[in-house]
């Protein structure tokens, strides 16, 4: 019996090194390890044995089942490692690795991304509405009459059923103040805008505009002063200078436009318009309080300030950008600069 095994284990190494390919290895494990295998057979018939012979021939067994497997474990380690060999044929593994073009954030999102950091950190919560708008969120709850030139059809997209593609994201504003559940409200929204114009270096039928709303007990044009300096600061750096012109808007009162004084090298200063703002007009907190059938924004109670810019704008100032065009050609000589 002892014999037996010694054969076993004598012909298993023998073949087991000349084992051509992963099938025929297979059928090797099968043949001497498996269920019905010659070793397998063999260790049933040690029940044949003298009890004080069984121990002996246990101990070979395991040997010899040991020693199939890890002959089966090298010719399987040396038929992968041929078959690597022959797949790295003709390859030289010392070239340099290709260059992996790592993606980099849209110039525009980059700045809209650093504008949203700064406002959150001063307080300010993201809201969102849709692009396509009903006119009384968009101008009427706005206080803007039906003859405003906003609302002509040579400035604005409207569709058959009436809804027209957001002028501005103004219409956040009253989205945000419908479903209020109190005060203070405190809101971001950034988004995109349409308008009927004709595309040159600084119009585009489409452009970012973040939008911004304050309303509480007390907000004062002092709140709105502080808050957008800070603002400004931040992102055109420390120093900067911004002045608040008058200006109308139909849905605040009083109503500015926010110019920043631009240093660039090279050029003499200039004041470049940025932003609008204005303290919410009474009107607008008129209609949110008509249309939600309650007093949380009732004229009388509070007051708000709201701001709107153009992010496109932002961008191209930060970055001295000439032409608006080129934030949408997705030229990559030109995103590459913005890594
Ligand atoms: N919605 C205005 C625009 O698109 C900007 C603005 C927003 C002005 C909020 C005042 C307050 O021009």
Redesign the pocket.
Known sequence: MLEDLDQIHRSALAEATSIPDETALEEFRVRYLGKKGSLTAAAARMKDLAPADRPLFGQKLNEVRAAITAALEDRSSALMAAKDAQAAQGIDPTLPARPLHRGSLHPLSQVLDRAVDTLRRMGFALAEGPEVETEWHCFDALNTPPDHPARKESDTYYFPNGKLLRT?T?SVQIRTMESASSVPVRIIAPGT?FRRDEIDETHSISFT?L?GLYVDRDVSLADLKGTLEAFFQVIFGAGTEIRFRPHF?P??EP?FEIDVKLRTVGRAERWVEIA???LVDPAVFAAVTKCRKDDLFHPDLVTGF???MGVDRLAMIQYGIPDLRLFNENDVRFLRQFV
């Open positions: 501005h103004s805008a505009q939008e808007f849905f605040t109503s609008g703002c204005g709201a701001f709107g």
